[in-house]
């Protein structure tokens, strides 16, 4: 059965999203971003992302893929004109994780890379986590995030669940023993306390 694709790309190409937190989204820039992409992604705080071995050109070679796919978009997310994090929003009816799971029309996956920074923020990276789902809910049409982090990443598995993510159960990648979790704009308003109405006017 054929699953229309919720993905589309936010304008944010032509024209940055700013979070009513503060936050700024705009679209991953090819080829001005790619040094910074790698700079974050060797250090070893990204083991997870598995890239720590992929020179530049690589990962400029991997996230213009992404950006040509037609069913993923790469964003930037920004803190006081600093870049912050990077995103991936991708439909998941396109993608590795439709084997196992019943893919449903408004689902959107994500994953998300929070970069070093020289000043500690206490609740940062949960304030950008949650910014993000906002974004996808609010301006990429989410009905559903889904997210496939791995099995043995416990920041990531806290943060998910602080944003009202539902764990299904874990399945296996080539790469990774995944645990597959499931969060509706329902279930982020609830654990967050605030609904989206409330935070977009």
Same mark, same amino acid.
């Given at each position: ?58 990962? +400029?070679? *991997?996230?213009? @893929? %992404? /950006?040509?796919?037609?069913? !993923? ?9 600093? =870049? ?41 990276? +949960?304030? *950008?986590?949650? @910014? %993000? /789902?906002?974004?996808?809910? !609010? ?9 496939? =982090? ?43 306390? *605030? ?7």
């Amino acid at each position: 059965m054929r699953i229309d694709s919720v993905h589309r790309r936010a304008q944010a190409a032509l024209a940055s999203y700013r979070d009513a937190e503060g936050f700024v989204f705009r679209a991953l820039r090819i080829p001005q971003d790619v040094p910074m992409l790698h700079r974050w992604f060797t250090q070893e705080r990204a083991a997870f992302w598995l890239m720590q071995d992929k020179t530049e050109d690589e990962v +400029r070679e *991997a996230y213009q @893929a %992404l /950006m040509d796919s037609g069913t !993923a978009t790469a964003y930037i997310g920004l803190h006081e004109g600093r =870049p912050a994090f990077l995103a991936e929003c991708y439909d998941p009816a396109h993608d590795r994780i439709r084997s196992f799971y019943e893919v449903r029309p408004g689902d959107l996956g994500m994953h998300i890379f929070v970069g070093p920074s020289d000043v500690r923020i206490r609740g940062f990276t +949960r304030a *950008a986590f949650h @910014a %993000l /789902m906002r974004f996808m809910f !609010a301006h990429l049409g989410a009905e559903r995030i889904v997210v496939e =982090p791995d099995a043995t990443n416990q920041k990531i598995h806290a943060l998910n669940r602080s944003a009202g993510f539902v764990y299904d159960r874990d399945v296996v990648f080539t790469e990774k023993i995944a645990s597959l979790a499931f969060c509706t704009r329902r279930d982020f308003e609830q654990a967050t306390a *605030a609904t989206l109405e409330e935070i977009h006017p």
